[in-house]
């Protein structure tokens, strides 16, 4: 009988003392043991070493603090590179947590059980049918989860438009080579696990096993002119990646769909914020691209949020 698999959440954390300890707790609440619960700490100056001494009498908790600030991207790749040791890896940022105690369980199953098709990543958090309707050519695991080519994945990626980073699960050996968590940008996480489908395949489950939790502090929140501007550059830093697994008419379809997805989500994020004559020339200047900026334009000036 084959061992199961070890493994390793990494919860990259800064100044997060009042979320951290919901975060940790979702883990060691999972139904699967065989896991490590790596904190990696970027030198926080608040409570959170103090919180986590409390832990130190679960062998499964193993904290780390950064001697300085790396950042978020320095920190995801620092943790995954140098202190998780597991077979597949999780990242729960630190402000996140897991809602249902039989995530890791399932996904282990799951995974093990299709272990001959090459599955390279499993994640939840979406809305099944969805998905189903938009890959034909899925194969049904059960009443919850399919399997799906990982390249058919990343081509249609922009129908889907969902990708929870703390609902994903991937294999640490394969994702090490591909420098996890390298590209300068909000959204290294997709950049990352992107390339690692196109090697493989992708259980998607319709679960809701982990929720991201919407606050002031939020990262994703700097979607600002010059962030957005680095999500265009890791989409085209993806297409080059690509070039291998798609002819050039695929990947130039693929590439304009993605533009407009990402800069749709920066309009869509700007109407909830004050107009300012920056955002709007930004906009303007981006309506060239596709006719659904004139909708979301549109949307921006006239609807309110």
Known sequence: MNELPKISVQIPTYNQARFIPVAVNSVLKQQYRHIEVVI???????????????????????????????????????????????????????????NDDRFIADAVKLVTENS????????????LQKVKNIFSNHKILNEDAVLINGPDYFINFYKVQRFRHCATMYNRSKALPL?????????????????????????????????????????????????????????????????????EMELQHWEKKMKAYMVTTYIELLTKRPVTLKSFKYIISKLSWNSIYFRQLFKFLFIKP
């Open 40 to 98: 990696a700490d970027d030198n926080s100056s608040d409570d959170t070493e103090k919180i986590m001494r409390s832990y130190g009498g679960d062998d499964r908790v193993k904290y780390f603090k950064n001697p300085q600030n790396l950042g978020r991207i320095g920190n995801y790749q620092k943790s995954l590179y140098q202190y998780c040791t597991g077979d597949w890896v999780i990242n729960l940022d630190g402000d996140d947590y897991f």
């Open 179 to 247: 420098n996890f968590y390298s590209f300068d940008c909000l959204f290294t996480d997709f950049n990352s696990v992107a390339k690692l489908l196109l090697t493989g395949k992708i259980i998607i489950s319709g679960k809701p096993v982990a929720q991201w939790r919407e606050h002031a502090g939020n990262e994703s929140g700097g979607l600002n002119e010059k962030n957005i501007t680095k999500e265009i550059k890791s989409i085209e830093d993806l297409a080059a990646f690509a070039k291998p697994y798609f002819t």
């Open 116 to 127: 001959q098709d090459n599955v390279l990543v499993f994640q939840a958090n979406h809305n």
